[in-house]
């Protein structure tokens, strides 16, 4: 995966699908509160804060597992970012390092060192 790849995935990521899971789960939330409000579970005496609690777990749990895209693609930034330190840093030119295998085999290995050594340090 390269940089271009990884930026286009992440920026879709944070701005067409956070939008959409977070728009999801105001809707389901509200959805939730009406059906509680028109069966008058609110109003029959039952612990207001356990019930809603209860209710709205399952629209929690649905928004958590739309934005696991995003949380995994901002670990893949971090890892890009810490593999160009690690060749800066060890001096490294030669893709076929166990190292560098070993943690930065998710990325284009020759294209990392490239970018490594083309960027200031």
């Not at 005496?45 to 693609?73: D, H, Q, R």
């Amino acid at each position: 995966m390269n940089h271009a790849q990884l930026m286009l995935d992440y920026n879709l990521c944070l701005y067409v699908l956070l939008p959409v899971a977070s728009f999801i789960y105001i809707v389901l939330l509200v959805w939730t509160v009406r059906i509680l409000l028109k069966k008058r579970i609110l109003g029959s005496g039952a612990p207001v804060g356990i019930t809603l609690t209860i209710m709205s777990m399952p629209v929690t749990l649905i928004y958590i597992a739309l934005l696991i895209p995003l949380f995994y693609f901002n670990y893949l930034l971090k890892q890009e970012r810490y593999c160009l330190e690690v060749i800066r840093v060890n001096g490294m030119h030669d893709p076929g390092q166990p190292m560098l295998r070993e943690r930065c085999s998710a990325f284009d290995i020759p294209a990392l060192i490239d970018e490594a050594w083309k960027t200031p340090q």
